[in-house]
């Protein structure tokens, strides 16, 4: 006799790195993003979505360290043998879009776009490798003025998703002084320099998280974390890790007084004299529309790790905290960034086309909002109708579309279960009531609300309908014809 063939069950399991986003949270992201679309469609930018896979060499290689195409994204080869990645950023694709399509599209071009990225990374507390973002852009629009106007955006959409103006700050700088800072060390312009640029540019990206004397090591040799991973570093001289970290600790207390202090870093070049003229024409528009109150700060910290910006870089640091999985009190830093990429486009077209924008991580805002309590973190849920008799589901139907068709939220209870278990249903939906019509409410023309708001009793002890509808506090029973008013008041 032959044995029977064990079929396979796979373990349920979510990858590392991945999230899943239920209820409140997935609520406050919805929020979070409708808040952000708002401001970008007053400000007059139209919506885009590009696909999710774009081919490799169009995303281009401003995320990976190496040269291997699936380095920090994912990626996979076609039919064609032409290499695909799932995109890092809303903003490659963008490039390749305006490319695609630059004679028709107005110049300037002003979009905003929604959707998830990927980044095949080490994932980490608040770090993921699928994440959802929330990005706006101005393309062909060189000068100051639209860099300001990312600013200022940043700002609209942390007020508008509820935060103080205490609460958080956009932090602005241009990369054209580390470019200055780099060539004043002897950091040269070949392929070779370009590295370490980009290597000191993800070094000083991570000073908020790793503190100087990780940085420092990342801008020499190296480092190892604690899981023994082992990150290349810049391999800048000791002196020019002393000159990198004095640079970043420039900062002062308003934008005037950090230009002044940054003037004398830049030594004689014209580089570093462009970056500081383009900061001041930013800080002057900021001073002019008010955003110099603590809401926009220049600080030479801020770089973005992205290899594609050119100029201005700016980053929404959320200075709220709250307390992590340990208990222990912590901030939850950047929630968005973004700055100018006139190059971009060019490698598509092989003339600059100047760009500028900001993207926010929506995923890492909303967890962050939540924690907090804000953005829908208590969900109300519909209103629930019992399905208290198999054949009578036309009717309860029939109900949930006239509460919706008033605006009320409604669903009929779609599973096979008793009245207990369906309360205990409305339960954890939180249902602010529940609509009742057994046989005895059918046949009298009659239904019953109940008021889970206010009752606060739930099925524990219930058994049938008849021992619901006797003596139950924050119940109504009347006609029919009265549903929506009696599920109306129930709900205020």
């Not at 064609?80 to 630059?102: G, H, I, S």
């Not at 929330?134 to 700002?155: Q, Y």
């Not at 924690?371 to 849920?381: A, D, F, H, N, P």
């Not at 605006?407 to 009245?419: D, H, L, P, Q, T």
Request: hydrophobic share 40%; charged share 25%; glycine share 10%.
């Amino acid at each position: 006799m032959s044995k029977k063939t064990k079929s396979f069950r796979p373990k349920a399991r979510r990858p590392k790195g991945f999230e899943d986003r239920f209820g409140a949270l997935a609520s406050a992201e919805n929020a979070l993003i409708a808040a952000a679309a708002d401001v970008y469609a007053s400000h007059g930018f139209e919506p885009l979505s590009t696909s999710a896979l774009e081919y490799a060499d169009c995303l281009g290689k401003f995320l990976p360290d190496d040269d291997r195409p699936n380095e920090g994204v994912f990626a996979f080869t076609d039919d064609d043998d032409q290499w695909m990645a799932l995109r890092y950023d809303l903003t490659a694709p963008l490039a390749r879009f305006v490319a695609e399509n630059y004679d028709p599209l107005p110049k300037p071009l002003r979009r905003f776009a929604v959707g998830p990225v990927w980044r095949n990374e080490k994932p980490g507390p608040g770090r993921f490798r699928e994440f959802i973002q929330i990005d706006a852009d101005t393309i062909g629009a060189p000068g100051a003025a639209a860099d300001a106007e990312m600013i200022m955006l940043a700002a609209d959409v942390m007020d508008a998703a509820g935060l103080a103006r205490s609460e958080y700050v956009i932090r602005v700088n241009n990369r054209k002084l580390l470019d200055a800072i780099l060539g004043n060390i002897g950091v040269p312009d070949t392929d070779e320099g370009a590295l370490q640029r980009l290597r000191t540019l993800r070094a000083i990206d991570k000073l908020d998280r790793l503190g100087p004397e990780a940085v420092a090591r990342l801008l020499g040799d190296g480092r190892k974390d604690a899981s023994g991973d082992f990150t290349k570093g810049a391999g800048l001289s000791a002196q020019g890790i002393t000159t990198v970290l004095a640079y970043t600790e420039a900062g002062a207390d308003d934008l005037d007084a950090t230009l002044s202090a940054l003037e004398p870093l830049m030594g004689v070049s014209e580089k570093g004299a462009e970056g500081l003229d383009e900061l001041r024409a930013i800080a002057a528009l900021l001073q002019a529309c008010g955003y110099d109150d603590g809401r926009a700060i220049i600080d030479p910290s801020i770089v973005r790790g992205l290899g594609y910006y050119t100029g201005p870089v700016f980053e929404a640091d959320l200075r709220i905290e709250t307390v992590n999985e340990k208990g222990q009190p912590t901030r939850f830093g950047s929630a968005g960034g973004g700055g100018r990429y006139d190059d971009l486009i060019a490698r598509f077209r092989g003339q600059p086309v100047p760009a500028t924008g900001f993207s926010f991580g929506v995923s890492r805002f909303a967890a962050a909002l939540h924690s907090l309590g804000r953005l829908g973190t208590t969900e109300i849920g519909p209103v629930v109708i019992l399905a208290l008799e198999a054949d009578q589901m036309a009717r309860y139907f029939a109900m949930a579309t006239a509460l919706r068709a008033a605006n009320i939220r409604a669903e009929v209870y779609m599973g096979g279960s008793g009245m207990k278990a369906q309360m205990k249903y409305a339960d954890k939906r939180n249902a602010p009531a529940v609509v009742i019509v057994g046989e005895d409410e059918r046949l009298a023309g009659q239904v019953t609300v109940k008021n889970l708001v206010l009752g606060q009793q739930m099925s524990g002890d219930i058994k049938d309908n008849k021992e619901w509808r006797e003596g139950r506090p924050a119940q109504t029973t009347g006609p029919k014809e009265s549903l929506i008013e009696m599920v109306e008041q129930a709900l205020n």
